[in-house]
């Protein structure tokens, strides 16, 4: 029997390895290639994930079949995309807000009958997964200086993913103290300061590359992305717990579903923004 559970491990692994390397290479391609084929890419897992949550969202009955739903989702990642790619005005955003109130509009006649819950269940929605995958596409822009290569959002996944491995490999090999046990149990804090301190190494690097931050500035990227991205982790632990359910989804074979790779880079996103937004 150990060989076997051995080669189930190996299956795994190599699984979790290939899809993780396919995603970064989507991910890390469309930045590259340019900011519509990052806009479209965000855009699609963007709806892929809306569905995600309004089906573990503890609303009854659930949303996941209104149409609504995934109709503003998708107007308010555009506004907020186009916006942030300066393709709309800023006065545009004034939409986002009016969707808010249109999806109430829609519940009330909503058969059998309308819930306070679903239109929670949207809000919570549009706030969480829409709205942080639309400022994602500002950072095209946002913090570039006069460099055309954008430094910032490829920072902000790799620096993601670094938190995320290296907590991973720090905490499987010497940790011993559980960060949050209740929502977590893998989490410990020798790995979270192990992804910590080498997602400030990482940010140390881009600094090397890219003179649109100072060092200090670069750090103080670091910092905000780390912790932010524990707080993601953290929150959809919370979602799926209260939901009962292992992985938010399947897209990912031996990842789960969009939620489970965006949850901390969602979470970082809005975070970055409004850092950038005041140097």
Do not use: C
Not at 157 to 184: C, M, P, Q, R
Request: hydrophobic content about 55%; glycine content about 10%.
């Amino acid at each position: 029997m150990q060989p076997k559970k051995k080669d189930n491990s190996l299956k795994e692994f190599v699984t979790r390895s290939l899809t993780g390397l396919v995603f970064a290479v989507l991910v890390i391609g469309s930045i590259i290639w340019s900011p519509w084929a990052f806009f479209a890419l965000m855009g699609g897992f963007a709806m892929i994930g809306f569905s995600e949550f309004v089906k573990l969202f503890p609303s009854d009955p659930k949303p996941s079949g209104t149409i609504i739903y995934y109709f503003l989702g998708l107007a308010v990642y555009a506004l907020v995309g186009l916006t942030g790619m300066n393709v709309l005005g800023f006065s545009n955003l004034l939409l986002v807000v009016l969707s808010f109130f249109i999806l109430i509009a829609v519940e009330l006649f909503r058969q059998p009958k309308p819930s306070w819950m679903q239109i929670a269940a949207g809000f919570s929605a549009l706030i969480y997964i829409a709205i942080p995958f639309g400022l994602m596409n500002s950072l095209f822009w946002i913090g570039s200086g006069n460099i055309n290569f954008p430094w910032i959002l490829l920072a902000l996944f790799i620096l993601v993913w670094a938190n995320d491995v290296f907590a991973y490999l720090v905490g499987s090999t010497i940790g011993k103290h559980k960060l949050y046990e209740k929502l977590s149990p893998g989490k410990t804090w020798e790995g979270s300061i192990g992804g910590f301190i080498f997602t400030l190494v990482f940010a140390w690097i881009f600094s090397r590359f890219a003179s649109n931050l100072n060092l200090t500035q670069w750090l103080w990227l670091g910092v905000i992305i780390s912790i932010a991205a524990n707080l993601g982790d953290l929150a959809e632990s919370l979602l799926k717990r209260n939901a009962g359910v292992k992985d938010a989804g399947t897209l990912f074979p031996g990842h789960g579903g969009v939620l489970d790779r965006f949850d901390a880079v969602l979470f970082a996103t809005p975070f970055i923004f409004f850092y950038l937004y005041t140097l």
